[in-house]
C-alpha cells in the first residue's frame, strides 16, 4: 500500500494505517540525523505493546495499539486499533480533516554505526503534524462517521441483526495489513549501550538536568528516541542515564579527561578486560621459488587479562531537592562527581602509563631535546612516529627562559618536538616526559559510565544518589611509551663579554 491521501470511513471500524518509518531515508531525530536500514527496527511479538500516541512523551497521550505490521521494500508499515476515548475520536477526526496526518516513531535501546541505526526497538507510534522521516505519513483511517447526532430511544438494545446491517458490515473497509507470518521479526532484548563511535546529543547540561527530573517523575523511559524535531531523550530513573549524556554533562565541568583520549578507547564489557600482545612476531624473507622450502620463523603471542577498577561515590540528598524540582541543585551535585570521575580515572591512567614506560637512561640537557630523542628512540623500537608526549606543568615554564637562539634549529625533527604538541598533566613526576604511541595502551571503560544510582532514604527523609564507573587500561606495546630525563633547569649561559 502506498501512502494515500484517501480517508475511508465506517461506523464501527477505528483504525489508522500507513507507513510509519521509511527505510534508508535521513530523519531529524533529538540524536542527529537517523537512517534505519531495513532489518535494524525490532518489532515486539506481542504487537499490542506498540501503542499509538497523539504527540511524543512525555506528553503524549495512548489513543491506540498495533494490530498488524509488514516490512516492505519501502518501510514499516502498520495498523492500529484506537479506543473509545475522546482523546482517540479527535485524533482520528485530525487524520480525517489531515491536521495531524503523520508518523513518528519512539524506539528504545537504539545502537549507532555513524547516522545509520543498527539495532533498535520499537515502543511507540506517535501522530505528528511534521514528520522527522518524510514518507511517514497515514494512508488510511477507517473511522465512526454519523450524519446526525444520535437521539436516545427508549426501547431497550436488540441483538437480532438486520440484512441491512449485515451487509453493511461485509462492505466496510478493511484494513490493507494483515499481521505477518514471517516478516515481522521478533524483538530480541538490545545488548548494551552502543558507544561506538559516540552518538553527539544537542542537549544543554540544563535541559539534561531538567530531563532528569522529568524522568524522576516517571514521565520518560530510558535511551529512547523520539523520531521528532526537538525531543530530548530521557531516563525512567535516576539509576540509569544514556552514555551520550556523559559528554554534555563533563562539558560543564571543570576538569576535561586529558590523558584518556591520547591512548585507544575501548568498551568494557565484562569485569575482565582481554586482549593478545606479540611476544615473538612472525617475519617473511626472501623465496628461491621453484617449489623450494619458504622462510618460517617462530612466532608467539601471549593473551593478556586486565581487572575492571570499580569506582564509587554518593550522597544522601534531601528528598525536597526532587519534590520541588530545584534543577539547579541537581546539576551542582552531579557535575560535581561527573568532574571527580574524570579527574581521578585520567590520573590513574596517568599513573599506568609512567609505570609501564620504557626507561630512556641518557638523560637530555632541556625538555625540548629530551622528548626528541623519546620520540627518536620510539621510532626505533616500534618503526612509528610518537603520537604525544606528557609532561609536567612546572617543566613545561622552564622552556620559557630559551631565548631564539638556544632552541635546536630542526624543532619539527618528530611529530612532538614542539611544545605546541605536549600535554601538561600534574600526574608526571617533575624532571621527566613520557613521549609514546596512542597504539601502545587501551583504556577501557563500561559503556555509559558513570552510572547514576538512587534509593529512597525514606527514614531520613532523603534520597541516596551515587555514581559508579568502570575502567581497566592494558598495555599494548611497552616499548611504544618512553620515559626521558633531562636536567631540571637549564644549563647557564655563558657570560658576553
Same mark, same amino acid.
Given at each position: 500500500m502506498k501512502p494515500s491521501t484517501v480517508v475511508l470511513a465506517s461506523e464501527s471500524a477505528r483504525t489508522i494505517e500507513g507507513m510509519v518509518l521509511p527505510w534508508g531515508e535521513a530523519g531529524a531525530t533529538n540524536r542527529g540525523e537517523i537512517i534505519f536500514p531495513r532489518g535494524s527496527l525490532n518489532i515486539p511479538s506481542d504487537l499490542s505493546r506498540v501503542k499509538l500516541l497523539a504527540g511524543h512523551s512525555p506528553a503524549g497521550v495512548p489513543v491506540g495499539f498495533a494490530i498488524a505490521a509488514e516490512e516492505r521494500d519501502e518501510g514499516l508499515y502498520m495498523c492500529f486499533q484506537l479506543g473509545s476515548s475522546e482523546a482517540?475520536?479527535?485524533?482520528?477526526?485530525?487524520?480525517?480533516?489531515?491536521?495531524?496526518?503523520?508518523?513518528?516513531?519512539?524506539?528504545?535501546?537504539?545502537?549507532?554505526?555513524?547516522?545509520?541505526?543498527?539495532?533498535?526497538?520499537?515502543?511507540?507510534?506517535?501522530?505528528?503534524?511534521?514528520?522527522?522521516?518524510?514518507?511517514?505519513?497515514?494512508?488510511?483511517?477507517?473511522?465512526?462517521?454519523?450524519?446526525?447526532?444520535?437521539?436516545?430511544?427508549?426501547?431497550?438494545?436488540?441483538?437480532?441483526?438486520?440484512?441491512?446491517?449485515?451487509?453493511?458490515?461485509?462492505?466496510?473497509?478493511?484494513?490493507?495489513?494483515?499481521?505477518?507470518?514471517?516478516?515481522?521479526?521478533?524483538?530480541?532484548?538490545?545488548?548494551?549501550?552502543?558507544?561506538?563511535?559516540?552518538?553527539?546529543?544537542?542537549?544543554?547540561?540544563?535541559?539534561?538536568?531538567?530531563?532528569?527530573? /522529568?524522568?524522576?517523575?516517571?514521565?520518560?523511559? *530510558?535511551? $529512547?528516541?523520539? #523520531?521528532?524535531? +526537538? @525531543?530530548?531523550?530521557?531516563?525512567?530513573?535516576?539509576?540509569?542515564?544514556?552514555?551520550?549524556?556523559?559528554?554534555?554533562?563533563?562539558?560543564?565541568?571543570?576538569?576535561?579527561?586529558?590523558?584518556?583520549?591520547?591512548?585507544?578507547?575501548?568498551?568494557?564489557?565484562?569485569?575482565?578486560?582481554?586482549?593478545?600482545?606479540?611476544?615473538?612476531?612472525?617475519?617473511?624473507?626472501?623465496?628461491?621459488?621453484?617449489?623450494?622450502?619458504?622462510?618460517?620463523?617462530?612466532?608467539?603471542?601471549?593473551?593478556?587479562?586486565?581487572?575492571?577498577?570499580?569506582?564509587?561515590?554518593?550522597?544522601?540528598?534531601?528528598?525536597?531537592?526532587?519534590?520541588?524540582?530545584?534543577?539547579? /541543585?541537581?546539576?551542582?551535585?552531579?557535575?560535581? *562527581?561527573? $568532574?571527580?570521575? #574524570?579527574?581521578? +580515572? @585520567?590520573?590513574?591512567?596517568a599513573a599506568f602509563l609512567v609505570k609501564n614506560a620504557t626507561d630512556v637512561q641518557e638523560s637530555a640537557p632541556d625538555l625540548i631535546r629530551a622528548i626528541s630523542r623519546g620520540a627518536i628512540r620510539l621510532d626505533e623500537k616500534t618503526h612509528s612516529p610518537a603520537t604525544f608526549a606528557l609532561v609536567n606543568p612546572s617543566d613545561l615554564e622552564t622552556v620559557l627562559d630559551f631565548s631564539q637562539l638556544d632552541v635546536p634549529h630542526f624543532t619539527g625533527l618528530t611529530p612532538v618536538s614542539t611544545p605546541d604538541k605536549w600535554v601538561t598533566s600534574e600526574f608526571v613526576e617533575k624532571g621527566t616526559a613520557i613521549v609514546g604511541s596512542k597504539l601502545a595502551a587501551t583504556f577501557y571503560e563500561l559503556p555509559g559510565s558513570p552510572l547514576r544510582v538512587e534509593a529512597e532514604h525514606i527514614a531520613k527523609g532523603g534520597r541516596d544518589a551515587a555514581l559508579f564507573g568502570y575502567t581497566a587500561q592494558m598495555i599494548n606495546r611497552a616499548d611504544g611509551l618512553m620515559k626521558v630525563h633531562f636536567a631540571k633547569s637549564p644549563a647557564p649561559k655563558p657570560e658576553i663579554v
Open positions: 482517540a475520536t479527535t485524533a482520528l477526526t485530525q487524520a480525517q480533516d489531515h491536521i495531524i496526518d503523520s508518523f513518528s516513531i519512539e524506539a528504545a535501546g537504539v545502537r549507532q554505526r555513524g547516522r545509520e541505526a543498527t539495532d533498535g526497538l520499537l515502543k511507540a507510534v506517535a501522530l505528528v503534524p511534521f514528520p522527522a522521516f518524510h514518507s511517514a505519513r497515514i494512508g488510511l483511517v477507517n473511522a465512526e462517521e454519523h450524519d446526525e447526532p444520535h437521539e436516545p430511544v427508549d426501547e431497550p438494545p436488540t441483538t437480532d441483526t438486520t440484512d441491512e446491517e449485515t451487509k453493511e458490515s461485509e462492505e466496510m473497509p478493511q484494513p490493507t495489513i494483515t499481521p505477518p507470518a514471517t516478516t515481522a521479526r521478533v524483538a530480541t532484548v538490545p545488548k548494551g549501550v552502543a558507544p561506538e563511535p559516540p552518538t553527539e546529543v544537542h542537549a544543554s547540561l540544563h535541559e539534561a538536568t531538567e530531563i532528569l527530573l /522529568a524522568a524522576n517523575q516517571g514521565a520518560m523511559s *530510558m535511551d $529512547e528516541v523520539h #523520531a521528532a524535531l +526537538t @525531543d530530548i531523550t530521557g531516563t525512567n530513573t535516576l539509576t540509569t542515564t544514556p552514555a551520550t549524556w556523559l559528554g554534555e554533562l563533563w562539558s560543564g565541568v571543570a576538569y576535561k579527561r586529558r590523558i584518556v583520549p591520547l591512548v585507544q578507547n575501548a568498551a568494557l564489557r565484562g569485569r575482565r578486560a582481554h586482549g593478545m600482545r606479540w611476544k615473538t612476531k612472525p617475519t617473511i624473507a626472501k623465496w628461491k621459488g621453484d617449489k623450494t622450502d619458504i622462510h618460517s620463523s617462530k612466532a608467539e603471542w601471549e593473551e593478556v587479562e586486565m581487572r575492571a577498577q570499580p569506582w564509587a561515590g554518593g550522597n544522601d540528598l534531601d528528598r525536597q531537592i526532587f519534590d520541588f524540582k530545584e534543577a539547579d /541543585a541537581l546539576r551542582m551535585y552531579w557535575a560535581a *562527581m561527573a $568532574e571527580s570521575y #574524570a579527574y581521578e +580515572t @585520567d590520573k590513574e591512567l
